[in-house]
């Protein structure tokens, strides 16, 4: 017999997202409904409605099987078992929080035994047996009167499972993610000076607030039993707090001015060496342990060397920058003499005559010049330009243009390949003459202008694509 889903379960199955549970005779059939591109149900999601249903045998290994194949026919996921000569039987479910009034019989096989007739007496007489005290849907039962055709299962108790609870968290509520990208204006300029803004904090600020956990409420199944909810788990702020933090209650704040980290889980706020004028006479050279802020130029001659980070709001005129960090400027100029190093990224609008080396990615506006470059990637954008000098990067580049129209000369060099990833140097308007690529020693010397092009290595030699020929991104 097909049971028909209702919304209370009490002539009816479970269902779910994308599945149905049938019940049929002593078999319950499982029916998938997956769009073609949507994914399946979860085997835990039809193994928990399976175990509510008055089943005897719950065959998981049915319930994976469909889900890799996906028939479109019903597959038996259940059995139920009958006693010899019993026209049918109240069953409890094997997570014991529901009971049923199951028939054996079918009304539309004509060889098949009679429905049977039972009373609310007898409902009674078998619930007992089966332990069932609680949750008995008294209204039900008592609709069967002195005697009712019992066509379909029937849902006669339902107990109530237990909620979990919800684990504590710590939410974060800085920017971790380190990011020297500039805010660009719909006018197309850049502002440099709003990475100042967005990677410190002032003392006292909120850098992760604690929700406590919420406990769960316990269940009760249909025999009388308590469902006992798991114990949410708890999370101690303290483990989150670092150098420069302080608590509050649930929260964790900033005790100093600085610059929010988040390493491993562990928050710290690093100290901030703030120059609000020039790095000049009246400063000198700065040797610091954190961070380095200077909201004007540094000046010709002088040299900041920095554990932290270093953010420049004016000019690095002939001057050296070091840092541990990131390194951000609005821009470089200097000569053989001046050095820009930063153990992870460098951000600028333009950057000539330097030697420039960036553990993470080299980011420039407008153009680099007469630079000897090592990164691990070069990003330019199609209105910027390489120019002159030499880059070494480690694993790509992409700059507007290479070289120029006097045909300088400028050497670009990548490997073939990192980590089985294959590299690539790629110009997104000219590369001009006087340019040589060198992609995992393979050479190109460019004798004419060309266009837009990607440049892989490939047997040897370096190949081109123009765009729109390049089918994937990576030719092999």
């Known amino acids: 017999m097909d049971v028909a889903v209702d919304p209370e379960n009490r002539e009816g199955t479970r269902t779910g997202d994308r599945f149905e549970l049938t019940i049929r005779g002593t078999s319950v059939l499982l029916s998938l409904h997956v769009e073609a591109d949507g994914a399946p149900p979860t085997a835990g999601a039809i193994m928990t409605a399976l175990n509510d249903l008055p089943v005897d045998v719950a065959d998981a290994g049915a319930v994976f099987s469909a889900l890799r194949e996906l028939p479109a026919s019903p597959v038996v996921v259940g059995t139920i078992r009958v006693e010899p000569g019993a026209w049918w039987a109240v069953k409890v479910s094997p997570s014991r929080l529901t009971a049923w009034a199951v028939p054996f019989a079918e009304p539309d096989d004509p060889d098949g035994p009679e429905l049977p007739i039972v009373s609310a007496r007898e409902l009674t007489t078998r619930l007992a047996p089966q332990r069932v005290t609680h949750g008995l849907l008294q209204e039900i039962i008592d609709s069967f009167g002195e005697g009712k055709t019992l066509d379909a299962p029937v849902l006669l108790a339902r107990g109530l499972a237990a909620t979990p609870g919800q684990n504590a968290s710590v939410e974060f509520l800085f920017d971790a993610s380190e990011s020297t990208t500039p805010s660009e204006h719909e006018d ?200 002159g000098g030499r880059l070494a990067a480690r694993s790509e580049v992409t700059a507007g243009a290479l070289g120029s129209i006097q045909s300088t000369a400028t050497w670009v060099e990548v490997p073939a390949r990192v980590g089985g ?56």
């Open 188 to 387: 197309g300029t850049v502002d440099y000076r709003t990475v100042v803004v967005h990677r410190f904090v002032d003392e006292g600020a909120l850098l992760a607030r604690r929700h406590p956990p919420v406990a769960g409420v316990n269940g009760r199944d249909v025999s009388g039993r308590e469902l006992v909810a798991p114990v949410a788990r708890d999370q101690a702020l303290a483990k989150h707090q670092g150098k420069g933090t302080r608590i509050e209650g649930d929260n964790l704040v900033a005790a100093i001015a600085g610059r929010p980290m988040l390493a491993r889980d562990r928050v710290d706020v690093l100290p901030v060496y703030e120059v609000k004028g020039n790095i000049d006479f009246s400063v000198g050279n700065i040797d610091f342990v954190g961070d380095v802020v200077v909201h004007g130029d540094v000046m010709p001659g002088f040299a900041i060397h920095a554990g932290g980070s270093v953010t420049v709001s004016g000019i690095v005129d002939h001057a050296t920058v070091e840092a541990g960090g990131d390194i951000v400027a609005r821009g470089v100029a200097g000569d053989e003499h001046c050095c820009l190093k930063a153990g992870k990224d460098i951000a600028a609008h333009y950057v000539h005559n330097m030697h420039v080396a960036a553990g993470g990615v080299l980011r420039v506006q407008r153009e680099v010049l007469n630079c000897h470059v090592e990164c691990e990637k070069l990003e330019i954008p199609t209105t910027g330009r390489f120019v």
């Open 421 to 476: 990833k294959r590299c690539c140097i790629r110009a997104t308007r000219t590369v001009y003459p006087g340019v040589t690529l060198d992609i995992g020693h393979a050479l190109l010397q460019v004798q004419e202008e060309l266009r837009a092009s990607s440049f892989w290595e490939s047997g040897g030699e370096i190949v081109r694509f123009e765009p729109g020929s390049f089918g994937p991104e990576d030719p092999s």
